[in-house]
């Protein structure tokens, strides 16, 4: 079993950051020097991490594997960003971000990392306008706020529906400044494939550079991972198509425990799959929700189109079900809705599974104009995919994966399992519990990156003695063979099927399995095919071409590889936890079609510890304590 | 819908290249560009061939990764997409397709229709940004931004760095991207203080990494998916004028006065 102390600062929850703060060692300036840092990712968390460490003094190696780390998956997000500014008057406060935000995550987040991320969301938009960021303002001249999920303030702050993009570029910004300083060795085309350990400590990485098929080692005192989020699994996600779990998974088997690995986010608002051939899904921002309404006709097969059909015979199911919260109920319960009504055989378009987002009414109210300034760009992209105009009749929308709440196990320094290994942003499992709320995944990433990683990592270094390492050791040759050993056995299977098409057919066992609606057979059986599915990848999988050049199959093989690993520990997750919370809705457990949690049984963090190839991973329990916040039964009604 | 596509295949940085024929059967107007190169790689694959690398990621048009040359066209017919988001429905039977990479000095090619845009990161580490360290801002909304002006800058920040205006450039100049840098910047209150030394070293850094210069063609803003004007590039020419100037004048020595 692992020892799982989240080391939680003692005292009042609104102190413990500033406690622990001032309790944490330091590296005083000229000693920072001669300490090297690894950030693997160089999205929201991984380019904001390194871009503040290298600022204190560390020497810090940033690795991606595109040509920029501006084109890491932080750059899709669309909506914006939640701070507890308060610039609204309208009752918002630090607490407040904090109640949603556990709420949201159906009181399955740790208090007190959570609290943190609320006190330093408001330091993280001072950050950014500094950097330039240009967030949306009024005629003023003061920062404009909207309306998300799960929150009855408005307390996002955004760019356009590009909000991602820009905070991204402020992160970027600030580490290009650092590489022009020599402060930051960028490496781009570098895929890591697994992390070093000496003497039980993370000192460094294994890489492959994606241009030249070198494989290469680095040595650091100290081991960020923020490599994103997992949703690729289901093969079709919102996800971009190279987002992966590879360095998480990879870490996983070298010791790091994984949490929660079943939280998924299926978002509710994406345009539908059109046909076989579809890569990927594409979100419409939740900050159409604002102006938007979601509804489906009231009669079963009503074929007519959405024009025709009156308003008394129309079912605003959001609004009826839950008055309280309308159309901006949370992602994981708009979404159950949408299903609920598509399998009722009331769903719209093809195969009936969509139902409509309709601006009918805002556009009558605000004019076309006002729309198209608040939403242009997301109705552009609409028309582009689906070639209707959204202005002229509804959206049709249908809920897709979107995010993993579930992750590496960290502790409130964000460490994991095995020292020295950091994890931030979406790849750690930290804040979000079961459900996350719209516009504070940007939030994570970068209260990660800038502000609790630069103080935690100190203190780790400043708290352990550590011999030097450099990459001649045994353990960093004996890391680089099997990464070898792996890549070769993956080239010289020479089968019949493509990657894709096994990525796809374990993409449709976890959507049919492991997605919004979850049961103890289906995951049963899950658990019996994707062993299957594995077998057969490597027996009969096929990559082309060798290892010593670019080759995107071989990329994609050592992914999928993981996946087939990652998907049956969701699925093993998903059954034991034998309750409903968030976006994991087993069916077995329901109360008036809602959730139903079971907190006397299944008020913890499970952690799943590796334990060999072929064997039954264990499972660790860290109990949720919760010191301020009364557990109660989720209601947006 | 039958399609024949020509495509360049490349095996690295330093070898000959070459147009390669494929007819695709099957293809579907709903499917993106980028999925219609799935299917030709789906096919290739199982046909035993080395697939066609093409860079891409998020297929939404906001990475910037995708970089095709369609018909001649960067990111092909649609105004205002990048090549993940144009449509098959875009072409019709029978169509011949000629898909090659960006073509200019500084973005070597890699392999088949993959380039590495690295001298853009070099372009940004040369001056494109604010310093400023975390964590001593001020608060947001002391800095008062008119809308007008924020809404100016953000046209430029929209930027995604693709290359496309690279591409499209009869001198492959990047100036649409450097200009769309130093606007955005430029027009911030936040950006002020290093206004004159970004623009003097951005565009030094241009010249170094071997782009060429503008001519003002114009072809770069009708190349651009994010429909970025060409006036950013006016902006600056004028910056870098000025900066220029004022570098030239003698500097007053401290207490000379």
């Known amino acids: 079993m692992l020892d799982l102390n989240a080391k939680i600062p003692a005292g009042p929850l609104e102190a413990k950051w500033d406690q622990h703060r001032f309790s944490m060692k330091l590296v005083n300036p000229a000693n920072k020097r001669r300490h090297h840092v690894i950030v693997v990712g160089g999205g929201l968390a991984g380019a904001s991490a390194a871009a503040s460490m290298a600022e204190l003094g560390y020497r810090v190696s940033c690795f991606v594997y595109h040509d920029s780390p501006r084109r890491a998956h932080s750059i899709a997000a669309q909506g ?99 590489v022009a300083l020599g402060n930051v060795q960028q490496h781009t085309y570098e895929e890591m494939l697994d992390v070093v350990l000496v003497d039980g400590r993370a000192r460094g990485i294994v890489t492959r550079n994606l241009q030249t098929g070198a494989i290469t080692s680095h040595a650091a005192d100290a081991v960020v991972l923020a490599t994103g989020g997992y949703g690729n699994v289901f093969y079709l996600s919102t996800n971009a198509l190279l987002c992966n779990a590879t360095a998480i998974w990879r870490a996983h088997k070298k010791g790091a425990a994984f949490a929660n690995p079943c939280y998924t986010q299926i978002h509710p608002t994406c345009i539908p799959v059109s046909g076989e051939h579809q890569s990927k ?3 419409m921002s939740e900050s159409l929700r604002n102006d938007g309404r979601v509804w489906v006709p009231l009669a079963r097969g009503d074929n007519r189109a959405p024009g025709a059909i009156p308003e008394a015979e129309r079912d605003y199911f959001l609004e009826r079900k839950y008055p309280s919260f309308g159309n901006l109920a949370p992602r994981d319960i708009a979404s159950r809705a949408a299903k609920e009504a598509c399998d009722d055989g009331r769903g719209v378009g093809p195969g009936g599974l969509g139902v409509y987002l309709d601006f009918a009414d805002a556009i009558k109210r605000l004019g076309q104009q006002v729309v198209a300034e608040r939403y242009g760009n997301l109705f552009d992209m609409y028309q582009r995919i689906t070639d209707e105009n959204p202005y002229k009749q509804p959206m049709r929308i249908y809920p897709a994966v979107h995010y993993t709440m579930g992750g590496l196990w960290v502790d409130y320094n964000l460490m994991s399992t095995i020292p020295g290994l950091h994890v931030a942003g979406e790849a750690n499992f930290s804040d979000h519990g079961a459900n996350r709320l719209g516009a504070s995944a940007l939030m994570q990433g970068l209260a990660d990156g800038y502000f609790v990683l630069p103080n935690t990592i100190g203190d780790y270094i400043a708290s352990n003695k550590m011999a030097p390492v450099d990459v001649s050791q045994p353990a960093f040759k004996e890391a680089e063979a099997d990464v070898r050993a792996g890549q070769q056995k993956l080239l010289d299977i020479r089968g019949k099927r493509t990657v894709d098409s096994i990525h796809k057919e374990l993409g449709q066992i976890m959507w049919n399995k492991c997605g919004m609606a979850r049961t103890r057979e289906g995951l049963q059986e899950a658990l019996q095919l994707i062993p299957a599915l594995r077998e057969e990848f ?5 990559v082309p071409g060798s290892g010593d050049t670019l080759n995107q199959s071989l990329e994609k093989a050592g992914r999928v590889a993981d996946f087939l690993e990652l998907g049956e520990l969701m699925c093993r997750d998903a059954l034991h936890r034998e309750e409903s919370c ?47 916040v009364h557990l109660s039964t989720r209601s947006y009604k | 819908m039958k399609l024949t596509l020509k495509v360049w295949r490349q095996a690295g940085p330093n070898v000959a290249g070459a147009l390669e024929s494929h007819v695709l059967d099957g293809v579907e107007a709903d499917m993106s560009f980028l999925e219609m190169f799935d299917m030709l790689n789906e096919e290739l694959t199982m046909a035993g061939k080395e697939p066609v690398a093409f860079s891409h990621d998020c297929r939404e048009g906001i990475c910037g990764s995708c970089a095709m040359m369609i018909n001649g066209q960067a990111h092909g017919p649609w105004k205002g997409a990048a090549a993940c988001q144009l ?11 000629v898909v090659e990479p960006w073509r200019a000095t500084a973005f070597p090619i890699v392999k088949d229709l993959v380039v590495n845009r690295g001298s853009f990161d070099r372009i940004i580490q040369a001056g494109g940004y604010i310093s400023v360290n975390t964590g001593g801002a001020r608060d947001a909304n002391e800095i008062l931004i008119g809308k007008d002006t924020v809404e100016h800058a953000m046209d430029a920040a929209a930027c ?43 565009v030094e850094q241009m010249d170094i990494e071997g782009f060429g210069h503008c001519t003002l063609v114009g072809e770069c803003q009708e190349a651009c998916p994010k429909e970025i004007s060409i006036d950013v590039i006016r902006r600056m020419n ?15 020595v401290a207490g000379s006065s």
């Open chain 1, 582 to 628: 968030g976006g994991h809705f087993r069916v077995e457990y329901q109360e008036e079609g809602e959730a139903k949690r079971n907190d006397d049984e299944f008020a913890y963090v499970a952690a799943w510890e590796y334990a060999g190839a072929g064997a039954t991973p264990i499972l660790n329990k860290e109990p949720l304590v919760y010191e301020t």
């Open chain 1, 80 to 178: 914006g960003i939640n701070a507890a500014k308060n610039y609204q008057n309208d009752g918002d406060s630090i607490k407040r971000l904090f109640y949603d935000t556990i709420k949201g995550g159906d009181f399955r987040a740790r208090e007190a990392n959570v609290y943190r991320l609320a006190q330093v969301s408001v330091n993280i938009i001072d950050q950014c306008v500094a950097q330039g960021v240009p967030f949306a303002r009024e005629y003023g001249g003061l920062l404009a706020n909207r309306s998300f999920g799960g929150a009855q303030v408005s307390r996002t702050f955004y760019a356009r529906g590009q909000t991602g993009q820009q905070l991204l570029i402020g992160a970027y910004h600030s580490l290009e400044r650092q």
């Open chain 1, 538 to 542: 490597w027996s009969n999988v096929n």
């Open chain 2, 238 to 252: 004028r910056d870098y004028i000025v900066a220029s100037a004022k570098r030239e004048e003698p500097r007053a």
């Open chain 1, 281 to 283: 899904l594409t979100l």
């Open chain 2, 87 to 97: 449509h098959m429905r875009a072409f019709k039977d029978g169509d011949e397709i």
């Open chain 2, 160 to 202: 995604i760095a693709c290359g496309a205006c690279v591409a499209a450039c009869p001198n492959a100049s990047a100036s649409l991207f450097t200009g769309a840098k130093i606007t955005h910047l430029g027009d911030l209150p936040q950006g002020q203080p290093e206004r004159d030394k970004r623009a003097l070293a951005m």
